[in-house]
């Protein structure tokens, strides 16, 4: 260093500590005993802070890509910032004028701290009970806090730190780049989960355009926003936007920056926003917001924040298209408050989230995914978890006997009585292959009873399903298995307290697709981290939940719901390995096929999306939505499902609640006869769901599953309290 640029810096550090003095000294005039420690300390903190020769600009970070799985970009994840900088005369002279008028009015007068500015927001904050109401920061010490200082604290410290970089800055630029630097820095305002930070991202927010088209009230309402940017969010508050815009204008009249015929014209205009997409276009909005939230869940918010990564989806173009043409198609589906409907597909192999649709556009006013998150009460189509849990328990479908006349009235464990009903009317005694086919709701009442509420509850938990369908004291609280977690009967109907998800639902029948192996479902295949690291999340064996016996088994029987059951006529896709099941709840609300091939495991839902009222049955609502997705997806592609080397040794179950039955006697759909000793079922299978209305007397509680044994007893348990009101569906 030369001896002038020594005698140059001396002079500045003198400077400064004399600014620094000036502007926090007074304050502390009040405090006389203690204004000589105070000044020594000042100047200490002052000399400590580093040079900014030797800072470097914080990284803002880079843009994050999200593509779909044959490398289309679907959309763009900024590091929670939307940033693009632009040149002093790309910023209008009205813009700066404002920032001026409403941040820093002697901005041309200071240097790098402004000491009547501290006094009189020393003096603001003293008579306001010493509550910070007006801050005394230049548009300096603003600059060199945006670039350098991580994370600010508000604190004394901080703030002389900044003083001292501020006082540098000042000496190192003139105040036209001070000033252009502190408009490419400032934040204002997050839209979309991103910031916009500088004029030129605001300006292309709001109004579509660049900074340098921005008229005079559009430059104020910009001008106005970095000193609050949520409160002053003209898409979140915009009369608090246009308030503080007209406070802008009032500010730039009094400074002399624009005439009184111009204010005038300026306060009477509307804020006149044009949104802009630039930064957030997205081409899957749904599966965007998905894919960010479970990369958030993986890596923690900081990471993605840091950006430079890409993540490719799990979505395929194709099928995500087919699955959009399909909703599309839904029969009774119309906007205005009719009912709406979503499909979920899965690849049962891996787990992989193919599609999600959904009829509903994604909007500002409308961002609810309903394919992912829309918790709808499943009708007959949980009785695939009674099923499963059945055969896992040794229970023989084909030769284990219930009676079905409805109503009935079921005695609970615990206490109490539980009153079921079908859908129509009927009934008689039949093999519980042909009451999964007919969807018969007092065999599956009874069949719940038997195997145990709680048991059904695991399995369903096994297979993937992930709401919680249990409830907990006396206000019903859901809850998943636990200590006091009562799992209600009802959920053998799909009488559930909180709902599934299509998207559950698909992963959970996966697991059958799959021989018995969950997968949890996933939107990301791979992500590639800047220095070339691949993360593949969705990669492993999947947990084995059931023998590929037991799948194979459950798989069995619901081919028969596609062949001659409610889903008849409604659902195949003409291949011989097709199997799912029909949901419809209580009123007809809900209206579900979930189903699946060794390919594609696939769930579509539709209903009223803020009401309970009437959509239809599941099979011919939702069913040939599923078919029109599925011979898409499938084309004339149609693999076998596995026949496993082994089969469970199974069993007829003869229980508290089952009927005796002899093969010998029964006339129905399926190629053998069967008869009860009780009451005969005659042969014709209905083409829609069979249903109840439930209206339990008294308390709920979880039953004990039994093996297969003559005559077992269910160990009572503990009374749990009465599902929640709208909890019992009509499957």
Known sequence: MTQRARRRRSRLRDSGRKKLLLGFGIPLAAAAAGILAGGIWLLSIYDSAPSLASLRPITKGSVSKVY???????????????????????????????????EDRRFYDHGGIDPSAIVRAGWEDLTAGGKPVEGGSTITQQLVRNLYIQDPQDTLKRKIIEAHLANEEENAHSKDWILAKYLNTAPYGTNYGATAIGVEAAAQTYYSKHAEDLTLPEAAMIAGLPQAPSQYNPFLNPRAALARRNEVLSAMKQQ??????????????????????????????????????????????????????????????SLQEAAQSAVDSCSVCYSGGGPASALASVDPSNGQIVALASTQRYSLSSQFNF??????????????????????????????????????????????????????????????????????????????????????????????????????????????????????????????????????????????????????????????????????????????????????????????????????????????????????SEGLSDAWFVGYTPLYSTAVWTGHPLSRDYTGFGGPTSGPIWRSFMESAQGSDCPEFSVPSSLPDLTSYHGEHTSSGSSSCYSGSSSSSSCSSSSSYSGTTSTTDSGNSNSGQGAYAPGVGQKPAPSPKPTPAPAAPPPPSGGVVTP
């Open 371 to 584: 394919a992912a998150h829309a918790q709808r009460q499943p009708g007959s189509s949980f009785k695939v978890y009674d099923l499963t849990t059945a055969i896992k328990q040794g229970i023989d479908p084909d030769t284990t006997y219930y009676d079905g006349s409805s109503p009935v009235n079921l005695t609970i464990p615990g206490g109490g009585s539980w009153e079921v009903n079908n859908a129509e009317p009927g009934g008689g005694t039949m093999p519980l292959n042909v009451a999964t086919w007919d969807s018969v709701n007092v065999i599956f009442a009874k069949l719940g009873l038997d195997v145990g509420p709680e048991n059904i509850a695991r399995t369903a938990y096994e297979m993937g399903i992930t709401s919680p369908l249990g409830i907990k004291g006396a206000r019903g609280t859901p809850c998943k298995l636990g200590p006091n977690c009562f799992i209600p009967p009802a959920d053998a109907i799909g009488g559930l307290s909180v709902g599934v998800t299509p998207l559950e639902q698909a992963d959970a029948y996966a697991t059958l697709a799959n021989g018995g192996v969950h997968h949890d479902a996933t939107a990301i295949d791979r992500v590639v981290f800047p220095g070339g690291k691949v993360d593949e999340p969705g990669a492993g064996d999947g947990k084995r939940v059931l023998t590929p016996g037991q799948a194979y088994e459950v798989t069995k029987v619901l081919e028969g719901v596609i062949t001659s059951g409610t889903g008849a006529g409604y659902t195949s896709i003409g291949c011989s390995s097709e199997a799912g099941k029909t949901g419809t």
């Open 68 to 102: 779909a799985a044959n490398g289309q970009l679907i959309g763009v994840i900024h590091s929670d910032t939307i940033r693009q900088p632009v040149a002093s005369d790309k910023i209008p002279q009205d813009l700066k004028d404002a920032t001026v008028a409403i």
């Open 256 to 317: 002399g920056k624009i005439s009184e015929s111009e204010y005038t014209e300026a306060v009477s205009q509307d804020l006149n926003l044009n949104p802009g997409n630039k930064y957030n276009r997205i081409r899957q909005p749904y599966i965007f917001d998905l894919v960010k939230q479970e990369l958030e869940d993986r890596y923690g918010v900081n990471t993605i924040q840091n950006g430079g990564l890409k993540v490719y989806t799990t979505i395929q173009p």
